[in-house]
């Protein structure tokens, strides 16, 4: 998929912006504060009806404004879809088409995106927390079932961590729930499981592209269930864990506490992994789902934020070989990247321009 054009108003520093990329590479340099990120934040919020970081949606408006409107026009297999969000000061609406939509996900099928933030390159030192985030909206992004299970399953689970924590809980409706809690969780674990797997063959095959040399790359997951059946095994856990589940009053363990690291050379890369390639990595990481699209016309839209900034020379030309590979991609720089091919934008002030 492509986006053909890009308008706002009132979004972020923003007051007016009506901007058409290329296909392929576009480079958007600009000093400190011109509007870069905001404007991959664009971008990113009309694939996924929120900002990058799970800030109140009233910080994407711009300051004194009531509300912000955005809209893409997009290409996707010979179709065209004019995408639009408005983000009042009291909730958002979205259309496709000029059609209110009811959910918000509905954008994610027509605009897809993958995304690299410079704060990603301590994706694996942080918390489990982020990396589970990160799988879980790849993973849904393809799959929206997925996406609807896991929300069930968050639900059951805040209830069940509430009677744990009740003076003199239910027993009957503990049980009751921990058999939903696992019966929401199987089906989840196996698309993570099978997700994670070909994640693991994308990252390993970006990561050698960028590193331009052969390293060994593992992606070791770690699922609640490692092995045997599903339902047999987990409800056995919780049955043991009741007692101490009660005593801190939440659900200890389960499909929510799953994590994944990388190793390089056989090593862990968090733990030992100098700066440049934890960032390296976490380059591929955030790529690793671009591949993992089989139709050609469904491939995301690339958004790299600041990516070229802490790179040396060999490792940016593999980068910018990698992103020629891509249908659209959008990448941000202070200043302009020799090399690069692809139609370069110049932004001041949250204006836009060309070269
Ligand atoms: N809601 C908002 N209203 C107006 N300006 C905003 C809003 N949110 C952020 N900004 C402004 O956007 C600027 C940062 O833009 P950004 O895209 O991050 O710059 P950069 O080009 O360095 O990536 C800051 O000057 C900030 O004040
Ligand atoms: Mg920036």
Not at 69 to 92: N, P, T, W
């Given at each position: 998929m ?7 108003r ?6 007016a ?5 290329g296909?392929g590479?576009?480079l ?5 504060g011109a509007?870069?990120?905001n404007?991959l ?12 970081r799970?800030?109140?949606?009233t ?8 509300g ?10 010979g179709?065209?879809?004019?995408l639009?969000?408005?983000?009042g000061?009291?909730?958002?609406k979205?259309?496709i ?8 996900s509905?954008l994610?099928?027509?605009l ?14 942080g918390?489990p927390?982020?990396r589970r985030?990160f ?5 849904g992004?393809?799959y ?19 009677l744990?924590?009740a003076e003199?809980p ?6 009751t ?12 674990e ?10 693991a063959?994308?990252?390993g ?6 590193y ?5 790359v593992a992606?070791i997951y ?5 092995e ?10 919780y049955?043991?864990s ?5 005593e ?5 363990d389960?499909l929510?506490r799953e994590d ?6 056989g090593?862990d ?10 960032r390296?990595?976490?380059?591929a990481?955030k790529?690793?789902?671009y591949?993992l699209?089989?139709?050609e016309?469904?491939?995301?839209v ?17 980068l910018?070989?990698?992103l ?14 020799v090399?690069?091919t692809?139609t ?12």
């Amino acid at each position: 998929m492509k986006i053909l054009s890009l308008r706002l108003r009132d979004f972020r520093g923003y007051e007016a912006l009506e901007f058409r990329p290329g296909e392929g590479t576009n480079l958007i340099h600009g000093k400190n504060g011109a509007g870069k990120t905001n404007l991959l934040e664009a971008v990113y919020a009309l694939s996924l009806g929120q900002g990058f970081r799970g800030e109140e949606d009233t910080a994407l408006i711009r300051y004194g404004a009531k509300g912000a409107y955005l809209e893409a026009r997009i290409e996707e297999g010979g179709h065209r879809h004019r995408l639009s969000l408005y983000l009042g000061k009291d909730g958002k609406k979205g259309a496709i088409d000029g059609k209110a939509i009811t959910r918000l996900s509905d954008l994610r099928g027509y605009l897809n995106t993958v995304l690299f933030l410079p704060s990603d390159v301590a994706l694996f030192k942080g918390s489990p927390a982020a990396r589970r985030a990160f799988l879980d909206l790849s993973i849904g992004k393809q799959y929206p079932d997925y996406l609807r299970g896991l929300n069930a399953y968050g639900k059951v689970l805040k209830d069940r961590n509430a009677l744990l924590k009740a003076e003199d809980p239910d027993e009957l409706a503990i049980a009751t729930l921990t058999e939903e809690l696992v019966a929401l969780g199987e089906p989840l674990e196996r698309r993570r499981k099978e997700y994670v797997a070909e994640m693991a063959i994308a990252l390993g095959k970006i990561a050698a592209y960028l590193y331009g040399e052969k390293r060994k790359v593992a992606l070791i997951y770690h699922p609640f269930v490692e092995e045997g059946d599903y339902r047999e095994v987990a409800l056995n856990y919780y049955r043991n864990s009741l007692a101490s589940d009660r005593e801190k009053g939440m659900t200890g363990d389960g499909l929510h506490r799953e994590d994944f690291r990388v190793l390089l050379d056989g090593k862990d890369l968090a733990t030992y992994g100098s700066q440049g390639e934890n960032r390296l990595m976490a380059i591929a990481l955030k790529l690793s789902p671009y591949p993992l699209v089989n139709e050609e016309e469904k491939k995301p839209v690339v958004l790299l934020d600041d990516v070229m900034a802490e790179l040396d020379d060999r490792h940016r030309h593999r980068l910018m070989a990698l992103l020629a590979k891509m249908k659209q991609a959008f990448i941000t720089a202070t200043n302009d990247i020799v090399g690069l091919t692809g139609t370069r934008f110049h932004i001041e002030n949250h204006q836009i321009g060309g070269k």
